[in-house]
């Protein structure tokens, strides 16, 4: 592996946590020959021939394949070629934009790193009394040891599910080492390379054959701990049965005891093709959440990384985030999970904002490093029967993670689960399944009442290769969220609430969808004035170009305003003192704001080039490819949604993880959505996007615009963030 794949990979885990219509062009109108040379010369690198033997997406995707999960690699995790390879055009945008569009200090810029110092914040107390609460977890010395001796990491071990409770087994993440008896090695390396391609059962028959078939004569629990250890999700064979009936630990002594009779894999495999797959769910009567307008907000879950704010009041990020929530729904009670180091500070934050209810904030300390974004590690629903809510429960999976080249284990945002749940009076529910919360939408067809559960194709794969089917996980989805259908939706973005966001309006499902072009075209234009007084551009030349992009003629706009600005970042290094020109304000990022023009100037070119004007450049060609590709992959998503009966509605924004906006990753509550916005100098871009949003939804949806910019950079927004639990009966209200 070279040393740029090396770079690309891990760009992958740091950044990957992971529209609409071409509009018309005016006839007949071309770019100057000239100019499109030194623009695509600017563009990346200088003009240099494609490498002559392997391609850039291919390098990536089989270096994707190539990476070490212990003794086995991704490639064992038997994922789809087209999944994959959306993958590595992730981590080829991600490599360019952090190899050719970065910020760099230079002697006129007036800070170290574009960032302002975080402002002091009085301590002036605005709450009212026992507004802030704080629910300590009881936690043993024993069990923070066992929650500390868990690393972040992909689990070598493929069944690895870790103890939320006392009473549940602790599987280890690692496969056997060195040490372990040779016919245990091989059978854990036989569940690595075989599980995700035969399935559970057929594994598991192999395994057994590896053991010893005498070893399951009669199951005993270190038979069941035995099996755990070369990683099988043996929680998992409840859920089947053979044609007998057996199931669990009968289906094991049977199977013991058709392997002794008969060592014919063949005929075996044969007799367990007729196993039916009966997904039992981990608590009856759950029911996860609607997405799509109907919650009344009860509880607001949400997680805190720091204790102030990151560069003060209006800065968007995960303080100031919860901060302009609690303000929007101020009779809503929010639980949240703060680092012990962090609650202290956060607590005297808290109390200076405008609290006006009792235990209106309560804080969970938490001795594990918390993340920012809730929504992943678990579901928030409710149990009940007969449809009647009668308590509050969060489904956890089988390990929080992150990553769509196989699933990295979180231990803090896994461990903070029991007492977040605790604080809430909510049920926790440990479900064998894996998944992360950004990739899974529940919607209620207004017509028919059906609740239907779309789960991006990445946590389908996720447990395609703990041994079951495409069609058992959908269905084990299905049932385990309480839904009555599942649809598996191919994501163009790296989490399925970037992509859309459906509410239910006048008797439809309305699915809002990102418009990148119109996104760029209106960022482009606020940039270009800024460009007008950084000196970059002079103003005639500007006016032009606006004009000319308002016309429909994007290569006029580039020809005008493209080589200036790519002449002011060498080498795809551009100056902090430019990057500076662009912020609005001391919370408004100048360097976000400078990565995201470069970003909407990309998607211009990449929309107009045609095959044979692509930069020779292996970055930037291979760049513009894949923003064609995810382009061609969101116009797939939109006719998918039609063909679930839903009505498209294109909103303006420009989405690309870290570099991006966020616009649909908001809260569909009753009556309102709740809007993530960037501001400052793209607030245009907000407006057009509320304007879109309103019209679609019509005046009995308030739209409610939260700022947090911050977060954005960060890849997420409100949905990422906050986890909402509906409000339950007065009769059966929860803690809260």
């Known amino acids: 592996m070279n040393a740029l794949m090396r770079e690309c990979l891990l760009i992958c885990r740091g950044c990957v946590r ?64 087209a999944f994959l390879r959306r993958e590595a055009d992730r981590i080829i945008r991600a490599s360019f934009d952090d190899r050719y569009r970065i910020v760099v200090k230079d002697p006129l810029a007036t800070t170290d790193d574009g960032q302002p110092p975080m402002p002091y914040v009085p301590m002036t107390r605005r709450a009212i009394d026992g507004a802030i609460d704080l629910y300590d977890p009881p936690l043993t010395a024993e069990t923070l040891a066992y929650r500390k001796s868990l690393q972040k990491g992909r689990p070598s071990n493929r069944g690895f599910m870790p103890a939320l409770t006392d009473a549940e087994p602790r599987w280890h993440m690692d496969e056997p080492g060195g040490d372990a008896p040779p016919p245990l090695r091989a059978a854990a390396d036989l569940v690595g390379k075989r599980l995700a391609f035969d399935g559970l059962l057929p594994t598991l028959a192999r395994v057994m054959a590896t053991l010893g078939p005498a070893t399951f004569a009669t199951v005993e629990d270190a038979d069941v701990e035995l099996l755990r250890a070369t990683g099988l999700p ?28 008969s060592p014919s894999f063949d005929a075996i495999n044969a007799e367990l093709s007729g196993a039916r797959f009966v997904f039992k769910p981990t608590r ?4 996860v959440a609607d997405d799509s307008g109907s919650v009344e907000p009860g509880v607001i879950r949400g997680q805190i990384t720091r204790g102030g704010y990151w560069r003060g009041e ?40 405008p609290l006006t209810m009792p235990k209106q904030v309560t804080l969970v300390p938490e001795p594990l490093r918390i993340e920012q974004w809730t929504q992943d590690n678990s579901k928030a629903g409710t149990i009940g029967e007969d449809a009647a809510a009668t308590a509050l429960a969060m489904l956890v999976p089988r390990y929080a993670c992150w990553g769509d080249d196989g699933s990295t284990f979180l231990p803090g945002e896994m461990f903070l689960l029991p007492g977040a749940a605790a604080a809430i009076g909510a049920e926790l529910i440990h479900s064998p399944l894996l998944f992360q919360g950004g990739n899974i939408l529940c919607v209620i067809d207004p017509k028919t009442g059906e609740r239907l559960l779309l789960v991006a194709d990445a946590d389908i794969y996720r447990n395609t290769a703990l041994g079951l089917t495409a069609a058992q996980a959908t269905e084990a989805f299905r049932v385990e969220f309480g839904c009555d259908r599942c649809e598996m939706i191919e994501a163009a973005s790296f989490h399925l609430d970037y992509d859309v966001s459906v509410r239910a309006v006048n008797g439809r499902l ?21 460009l007008v007084r950084a000196g970059v551009v002079p103003e005639a030349a500007a006016r032009d170009a606006v004009e000319a992009l308002r016309g429909g003629d994007h290569r006029g ?20 003192s430019l990057a500076e020109r662009f912020a609005t304000s001391p919370v408004d990022s100048g360097v976000g704001n400078l990565q995201r023009f470069l970003l909407a100037l990309d998607l211009l070119i990449s929309r107009d080039l045609k095959p044979q004007e692509l930069p020779g450049s292996r970055h930037a060609r291979s760049s513009l490819m894949a923003m064609q590709r995810e382009e061609a992959q969101r116009q797939a998503l939109h006719q998918r949604l039609r063909d679930l009966g839903m009505d498209i509605v294109s909103v303006p924004n420009l ?82």
């Open 314 to 353: 209006g800065d968007g990020a995960t303080t100031d985030l919860v901060r302009l929530a609690a303000k929007a729904l101020p009779k809503t009670p929010f639980v949240l999970s703060v680092d012990v180091k962090h609650a202290r500070e956060f607590a005297d934050v808290a109390a200076t904002w």
């Open 557 to 576: 706009y580039l020809d005008r305003i493209a080589p200036a600005v790519y002449a002011r970042g060498p080498d795809g290094r551009f100056p902090l």
């Open 284 to 287: 009856p009567g759950f029911v």
């Open 655 to 736: 989405v690309a993880t870290s570099r991006g906006m966020a616009c649909l990753n908001g809260l569909q509550l009753k009556g309102m959505y709740v809007m993530p916005a960037y501001g400052g100098l793209y607030a245009a871009t907000d407006v057009a996007a509320k304007m879109a949003i309103a019209a679609a939804f019509g005046p009995d949806v308030h739209i409610l615009q939260i700022e947090c910019g911050e977060s954005q950079r960060r890849s997420g927004a409100v949905r990422c963030s906050l986890a909402v639990f509906p409000k339950l009966p007065a009769a059966t209200d929860a803690k809260h």
């Open 18 to 81: 992971n529209a609409a219509q071409r509009r018309s062009r005016l006839a007949g109108l071309k770019w100057a020959a000239p100019m499109l040379l030194v623009v695509l010369t600017l563009l990346g690198v200088a003009q240099t021939p494609p490498g002559p033997d392997v391609s850039v997406e291919d390098e990536v995707l089989g270096n994707l394949r190539n990476q070490a999960i212990g003794r086995q690699t991704l490639a064992d995790l038997n994922l789809p070629e």
């Open 234 to 261: 043996v929680d998992l064979l409840r859920h089947f049965q053979l044609g007998s009936g057996e199931s669990d630990r009968d289906l094991l002594a049977a199977l013991s005891k058709r392997l002794a009779e």
């Open 510 to 530: 309305v699915a809002l969808m990102n418009d990148p072009l119109t996104a760029a075209i209106i960022m482009l234009e606020a940039a270009t004035a800024v």
